[in-house]
């Protein structure tokens, strides 16, 4: 039987079991991360983001730290309040490490300790304030708290960024009354908006009317003025015809005036024509419906002119 060559078979066990060894010593860490190593079971190194070698069976990862801010989220507390009222607070505190080194190395439980410690300084807080109060000064409460937490947790390589009252529950007939109290404030509240706002209503309908009578005064004046105007350009217009017409009219008359005279100068009429023209024109007159006529004294010579061409008309007659 041939023998079974051992040899390579060792060596490949070997050059394996080195190989695993070294990848087991690599170390990746992230970023916002800090590793803490020991060596021979004492801190010696911090390893921060990027590939770092640990030497086997010397040195081991004791902790992993993160260093972004952590939100811890606690139960409701129960506390008393100044005035003897039993509520429940339940809180939320945000802080970060600041030393990984302390954090690690001097509180074996932070998270329990920032507890207990928010638990006893709220406590202590609230036991000043009456429940008004502490239902009104949540931004007082946590500002000292904060500060309170901040300086304890300094030693502790943390810091306390922010520290929020989350819920402050009351008992039931507490909340039934406030409750109540809230109602009738808010139907108080209510009726004020509605008697300002039938005030406000009222006002602007005064308003509102009286600038309509002053927009329909206004529209009034000037339509009286425009009338008034219109009237008086009227009259002028009217005013102008007329003396246009009369002027023409005079123009008229001149003219006709005008022709008489020169037909009257053409024929050469004689005194007699002229006089028995005047009587043909007072015929015309005594044939209207006046009962009065005043005659000139020219025309009472005139008539006396006809009797006589009357009696001579006669004679001839006679004669004949």
Sequence with gaps: MSEIPYGPIIIGIIVLFVVLLLLSSIRIVRQSEVYLVERLGKFHRKLESGIHIVVPFIERV???????????????QSMITKDNVSIQVDSVVFYQVTDVVRHEYEIANPLSAISNLTAT????LIGELDLDETLTSRDTVNNKLRAILDQATDKWGMKVNRVEIRNIIPPIDIQNAMERQMQAERTRREKVLNAQGEKESKILKAEGEKQSQILEAEGQRLSQIERARGDKESQVLRAEGEAEAIIKLAEAKARGEQVVLDVWRAASPTKEMVQLRSMEALEKVANGTASKLVIPTDATKLLGMVESVKEVMRSDKTEQ
């Design 62 to 76: 004791a902790s992993k730290k993160t260093l972004r801010e952590t939100v811890v989220d606690f139960p409701p």
């Design 121 to 124: 300084t709220l406590r202590n």
